[in-house]
């Protein structure tokens, strides 16, 4: 669904929408990216169509700057983060075995600094959430890395660092966090980090026939949905919907966290699941209108989602997301 040119009334003028990007989150190597299925550019692909669509420019956009070692420390171990200090160490996390033949300044620069930006851009979009009821980071969602080890394309836990922040930050503000994770795979960081943690609740509906399969991790998800290949959007909106209900009807958080992975999309070769373009539209729906209604805010993550179509999907939902006025 597009709306182009319907979306007048909605026009900002000289104010800033929460919506967090940085032309810094693009992983650029020198055209190795194009050998990962991960659509390197996904952030600027959706920039780029939010601002024809929804008549915006650089300007109705808020830019995190990058995080710093002090900030990552928050969070993640000291051993952790020298380890990114090995090429090798980071082709594992980034799956690209190329990149262990890489200097690792170069790593730094190419890779890790876009998703440090990236990291930051999650924690922005928490404040901002607080102040605006909603916020999206057209970028993070880094749900596979915990405090001590990354994973599946994840180098840093901007989730958990996410949340750390917001309960050091905001303590009369935010006591109770609910993850609502999404994505196609399990959130093995997150869950990793707030094992028995019970400010955090974490929902997770996920393949449970693709990576990770991480049994430790799934004690601290307190609802799971576990889907199988090619599920399709009927079974999985019903699912969501029970869940969203349920998962309320036990917990009632000051703010959610929607990993909103686009891998689910029918075709993608590593979520392997068939949700259709609307179906990822209605989902998101779902959320904002379930959490919306109750004052809830939601910060949005873009997470995993590798098709090229991913951005336009996303777009869409966006536009559809404000044209239903949950974006106000
Ligand atoms: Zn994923």
Known sequence: MRAKGLLKEYEVVGRK??????RNYAVRFGGLERLHPF????????????CAQLQLDDGSFYEPTELTKDQLRRIHTREYLKSLRWSMNVACIAEVPLMAFVPNRYIQRSYLRPMRFQAAGSILAGKLALDYGWAINLGGGFHHCCSYRGGGFCPYADISLLIVRLFEQEPFRVRRIMIVDLDAHQGNGHERDFNNVAAVYIFDMYNAFVYPRDHVAKESIRCAVELRNYTEDG???RQLKRCLMQSLAEF???MVVYNAGTDVLEGDPLGNLAISAEGVIERDRLVFSTFRALGIPVVM????????ASAGVITDSIVNLRLQGLLN
């Open 17 to 22: 929408l929460p919506i967090v990007f940085s």
């Open 39 to 50: 659509d390197a550019a996904k952030g600027k692909h959706i920039h780029k169509l939010l």
């Open 252 to 254: 009632r958080p000051d």
């Open 235 to 237: 079974f999985y909106l």
């Open 301 to 308: 993550l873009l997470s995993g989602g590798y098709l090229k």
